[in-house]
């Protein structure tokens, strides 16, 4: 599982945008965003985590991984 914290998520369009630049560079990996921790999970990526926060980025979220816990 990844993890991402992308301050300037705040809607649910902000969501559907993330999860769908996640999907375009991983269509299998299953994306839950959390817009009151600011945070994305993915699970089932096998991309590394910069491919990941560059694409959430690319959508107009800029993205920094978390460390797994």
Avoid: H
Wanted: charged share 20%; hydrophobic share 50%.
């Amino acid at each position: 599982m990844q993890r991402f914290k992308s301050e300037k998520m705040g809607c649910g369009g902000c969501a559907k945008l993330v999860t769908r630049a996640v999907q375009d560079i991983e269509p299998n990996a299953r994306v839950e965003v959390d817009l009151g921790a600011k945070l994305v999970t993915v699970a089932g990526a096998t991309v590394p985590d910069d491919q990941i926060a560059q694409a959430i980025a690319n959508a107009g979220f800029p993205a920094a991984p978390l460390a797994a816990a």
